[in-house]
């Protein structure tokens, strides 16, 4: 059974008749209320006619921590997510899901948000409309992690020697009680690392990148296995963009059109 994650629907004051619902997904340590809300791109989609919703990954903002890595791989993630989605639309008034007859929604991704979204398609086959992808790393960020040490150091223990261990031990130990949970998180993610191949959605993702975003360098690869068009460029490193109002304005144009 898939883990129950929190989502928030967010509804328009005139819906956009025929149009899916938008599934927006956080990166690494914040939630989908600072990613979306704090940010104005929920309500610059809302403001479009679309509805949102905002999602919550495992050991984030109001969803609980995974009990298990396995609950945590990005596959099971990507089932939970869906399941979430589909809950908080079931719950809505039915102006806010009109045009989503066939379950076809949106998404729009940001670091890990935008890793997990690549999983989307398997997930909810036939249902992944268009998608926008900010901030990806081409490679699996946990790959080189030392969950041992990792757990150890969050636990208060040393300094792991590692360097990409110590800058994730640093992200999550400032997560106060939520770091275990997260620990778990990592230790998921790490067992299914991002191995991209053909992209199943029913049209090429959008990518968005910062344009002093280190982590998404050599994303030109990902964007050539998602048969996409060259990434939009934004202003800013990888959390500045995010924050950008060129990001906000170009994810409601890549989501603005009908098929």
Known sequence: MAIPLAAHIHIPDRPDEGMPPVLLLHG???DGRRDWVDTGMAAALTDAGRTVVVADLPAHGASPAPATAAEAGADAIAAALVAALDAALAGAPGSAVAGADDGAFDVVGYSLGARVAWELPE???????????????????????????????????????????SMIAAMLGGQGDRAPGLATCVEGLRSTPFDPGRWTGRTPPVFVVGRDDMMARGIERIVGLAGAADPVMVPGDHFQALASAEFRAAVVKALAGRE
């Open 123 to 165: 997930a909810a086959p036939g249902r992944v409309r268009r998608a926008v992808l900010g901030g990806l790393s081409p490679t699996e960020p946990f790959a080189a992690v030392d969950i041992d040490a990792l757990r150890a150091a969050i636990a208060g223990g040393p300094e792991p020697a590692d360097p990409v261990t």
């Open 28 to 30: 690494l340590c914040s």
